[in-house]
Structure formats: C-alpha cells, structure tokens
C-alpha cells in the first residue's frame, strides 16, 4: 500500500523560505511521479510541481516556476519541495501525491490523475 506523509509546514513572513518534505513508501514500481499540491480555502487545488523517480525529471506551475526546487533523496524515498521568495498567496494546505509517472496528467499536474494521497500540511504566509 502506497503511503505518502507530509511534513515542513509552518508559518512563515513573505518573502520567507520553507522546505517540505514528503516520506514516501509501499510503491511496486521504480517508475512513479511525486507530486505537490496546494489548495488554499475556497480555492480548488493547484498542482505546484512533480517529480520522476526514475530519472529526475521535474515539472513546475507557471506560479512557482524560479522560485521552488523539487528533488527526490532515493536513498530516504523522500521528495523535498523547496520554496524561497514566498508570497501570501502561497499559503494553504499542501498535499503529496504519487501515480504511473505515464498516468495521463499526471507530469500536467492534474489533480483527478493522482490516485495517492497524503494527509497534508499546513503553510502561512504572513504579509
């Protein structure tokens, strides 16, 4: 059983970094994709990035593309979302989810492509 937990949020000033981390375990393939959303209240969620296990490959949103580095540690199964420069607006709940990396959607970060989920955690930007 797939199994995704969040960790890293927090409050944090605008202009702030933060880094979140997503423990990963349970996959039956070498060949997935991780990803990162956020949904901020009264918003739907929005895919931020994504990342292969298999070779790297990375993906980001128009909205934190620069801004946000995501990396995967093999060795921890674990995958890092680097934020830096952070505005309110990026506040909300961020979730990990993980499926076949050739999931159709899945590299476009389509929400309803990813079947796994974590539990989420929270982020706060303060003005």
């Known amino acids: 059983e797939v199994q995704l937990v969040e960790s890293g949020g927090a409050l944090v000033q605008a202009g702030g970094s933060l880094r979140l981390s997503c423990a990963a375990s349970?996959?039956?393939?070498?060949?997935?994709?991780i990803g990162w959303f956020r949904r901020a209240p009264g918003k739907e969620h929005e895919g931020v990035s994504c990342?292969?296990?298999?070779?790297?490959?990375?993906y980001y949103a128009d909205s934190v593309k620069g801004r946000s580095t995501i990396s995967f540690d093999n060795a921890k199964s674990t995958v890092y979302l680097q934020m830096n420069s952070l505005k309110p607006e990026d506040a909300g709940v961020y979730y990990c989810?993980?499926?076949?990396?050739?999931?159709?959607?899945?590299?476009?970060?389509?929400?309803?492509?990813?079947?796994?989920w974590g539990q989420g955690t929270q982020v706060t930007v303060s003005p």
């Open positions: 989810a993980a499926d076949d990396r050739y999931k159709m959607g899945v590299t476009l970060l389509k929400y309803r492509s990813f079947s796994y």
């Open positions: 349970g996959f039956t393939s070498d060949d997935y994709a």
């Open positions: 990342i292969s296990s298999s070779d790297g490959s990375t």
